[in-house]
């Protein structure tokens, strides 16, 4: 059967894909650096490569922009994050104010409605006196 193209939009898989094989070149991915070595150390291309694409730490250098790409992506959704918390924060702190500014008014609302009930009940009864 004849091979069809990948969907529209379809890439292929960036991991690359190791075969098994007579030497340790094609068994198993390229092996980590110790850790006192950088990560950022670019390689150039080793004897048994053809593409000729520089490589860091064993990886694709496009895989290490995409990873930078990442980093960037979470660095600016923390920043949003956190300047929408502190929004909320200060959004907290105004309904705060206005609650206890509400709760003052109704406060003196009532005591000023006692007072009138008061003073009603005084008219009435002097009213009466008359």
Known sequence: PPMLPPPHGHHPSPMPIYFSGPGPEYGAPPPHPPPGEQASQIEGQSGGESQGEQKV?????????RAEQNRKAQRAFRERRDQ???????????????????????????????LSDRLREENTHLRQQL
């Open 57 to 65: 730490n064993g990886r694709p250098l496009s895989q290490t922009k």
């Open 84 to 114: 929408h918390v502190k929004a909320l924060e200060s959004r907290s702190q105004l309904l705060d104010a206005a609650l206890a500014s509400a709760d003052e008014a109704n406060r003196r609302w009532e005591e000023c409605r006692a």
